[in-house]
């Protein structure tokens, strides 16, 4: 599988951002998809993530603010972002594993796409 992020940007506090990742392959509804993050000194983190029947795993500090996606007919998942906030800054990563788990081992990654919210 290969992933291919985009929609990344500079946008101010408040703003809103929508990142799409699309997968090749044609089982692209078996994997569950990861959104990970990555600022600055920090660790990276898993923010939200989709099984492909449509449950949802969502990180605390973006619940009501973020909303994960995928349409498997277009093998795309999406990340909508809104309510942004300077500490959302960071390399955004999707990420896909077939083992069913929204918070283990993530075989595929995308490359990142830069999020910058300025205050």
């Known amino acids: 599988v290969q992933l291919q992020a985009s929609g990344g940007g500079l946008v101010q506090a408040g703003g809103s951002l929508r990142l799409s990742c699309a997968a090749s392959?044609?089982?692209?509804?078996?994997?569950?998809m990861g959104w990970y993050r990555q600022a600055p000194g920090k660790q990276r983190e898993l923010v939200a993530a989709?099984?492909?029947?449509?449950?949802?795993y969502y990180l605390d500090s973006v619940k009501g603010r973020l909303t994960i996606s995928r349409d498997n007919a277009k093998n795309t998942v999406y990340l909508q972002m809104n309510s942004l906030k300077p500490e959302d800054t960071a390399v955004y990563y999707c990420?896909?594993?077939?083992?069913?788990?929204?918070?283990?081992?993530?075989?595929?990654w995308g490359q990142g796409t830069q999020v910058t919210v300025s205050s």
């Open positions: 990420a896909a594993n077939r083992y069913g788990t929204f918070r283990g081992n993530y075989e595929y």
């Open positions: 392959g044609r089982t692209f509804s078996i994997y569950v």
């Open positions: 989709i099984s492909g029947g449509g449950s949802t």
